[in-house]
């Protein structure tokens, strides 16, 4: 009874910081998030560029995220080529930041990010499936193959245990398919309960204090199990507690 009494507990307090973080004051120039830059645009390809540079510290995401030019996913190679030529971020140079915006803007002129993603995803309801063939989709469009690009875009994931969280993948699902205060809700053809938790080091050390994850590996199974448990609390949308968990994490409550 007392274990019973603990998940309630938790349970309670979740729905009260998701409740509380639901907001658009969460997402401001004093509390910055990638998807701040995001909501100035409502478009997924955006979208995508914001959440596959969301790693490292928020204000150097977002200082180098307002340094795009987005108008340039309309224009030709070589004038990406010639405005991004001085950029980089981190572990990505000049040259990988120009292949993502070829590649997208190559995307965009035969299908959409939605269209790959949706088609995939419908066979079995599993958003790794549409994740995968987005990659796969990148990958052709304009072959380019260095430890940066790689790590920006991610690579086709084929199991769960050891593997890649996909945190960057999975958040940007959540800001495409969720609609709330936060999360934009672009896309239809995707149930909000078949998303996984987008796993950060703030997300996993806290959901493992709070008894969610008992999983030690960092991984894209931890995440699985973490989104099975959010799942038991609300079978319809799991991830409504991911930006909660994730706030209580960055401003160390726990």
């Not at 409504?240 to 960055?250: E, N, P, S, T």
Request: glycine share 4%; with cysteine; charged share 30%.
């Amino acid at each position: 009874m007392r274990g019973k009494n603990s998940i309630i507990y938790i349970k309670k307090r979740l729905d009260e910081e998701a409740e509380k973080r639901n907001n658009a004051d969460e997402v401001s120039v004093d509390k910055l998030d990638p998807i701040l830059v995001a909501h100035r645009y409502k478009d997924p390809t955006i979208s995508l560029i914001c959440a596959l540079f969301a790693y490292g510290n928020v204000k150097q995401i977002v200082k180098f995220l307002d340094s795009l030019d987005f108008s340039l996913l309309k224009k030709s190679d070589d004038e990406i080529k010639e405005a991004l030529k001085e950029h980089y971020y981190r572990f990505q140079k000049s040259e990988d930041i120009i292949a993502l915006f070829i590649t997208l803007k190559r995307l965009n002129e035969n299908t959409s990010l939605e269209e790959v993603f949706v088609k995939a995803y419908k066979i079995n309801s599993n958003v790794i499936d549409g994740i995968n063939a987005l990659i796969e989709m990148i990958k052709s469009l304009y072959p380019h193959n260095t430890q940066g690009y790689n790590f920006l875009t991610s690579k086709v994931t084929l199991k769960r245990k050891g593997a890649g969280a996909l945190k960057r993948w999975m958040m940007f699902l959540r800001w495409m398919v969720r609609k709330d205060n936060i999360d934009m809700g672009l896309w239809s053809g995707v149930n909000k309960k078949d998303l996984i938790m987008p796993l950060d080091t703030h997300t996993f050390n806290v959901s493992k204090k709070l008894g969610l994850l008992h999983r030690k590996t960092y991984d894209l199974q931890s995440a699985i199990e973490l989104t099975d448990t959010l799942r038991s609390f609300d079978k319809n949308d799991p991830l409504k507690y991911d930006f909660a968990l994730y706030r209580i994490g960055q401003e160390k409550i726990i």
